[in-house]
């Protein structure tokens, strides 16, 4: 049985993606927790290095070196062939959007209406040119703030 939610409403089970920055997150209902998100997704500080390989996709947040990289699996299951290898650097801004996307981020697994959502949501994908992580970012600003 979930534990009871004491941060949003007392008297309802506690649900896990409120942990955490998700599109289908009861957060959002809170306009401070929409400004703070508008904040993260205006930073462009450096956050981590994506690690491009014609094997695989790894994220290396710099915080936690010690601990190695996390392997990406795309949404569609594929990346896209390389034959060579490539870092790219990845923003705060960058790591916001893609935990807000449906599909990806920390609650793709746990979502079944995830793929349903996704039509909602800007494209995004941390393999994306800088160009297009910085419109889809630019989109998930503009409908953070038109959120009632």
Known sequence: DAPLSFVHR????YDSKDDGIAWNSSLLKLPSFRKALI???QCTTVQATLMLT????????HASR???????DRR???HPKRTTTENVEIRVCDLIAYYLTP???YHAWSSRDSKEAAWLAPDFDLIDSLDQRNKAINE???RLKAYH
């Open 54 to 61: 014609p094997e695989k996709v790894e994220l290396l947040f």
């Open 39 to 41: 904040e993260a997704l």
């Open 10 to 13: 007392p008297w309802e089970r």
């Open 66 to 72: 010690d601990e190695g990289p996390v392997t990406l």
């Open 103 to 105: 599909g990806v981020g």
């Open 76 to 78: 569609d299951g594929s």
């Open 140 to 142: 998930w600003i503009e």
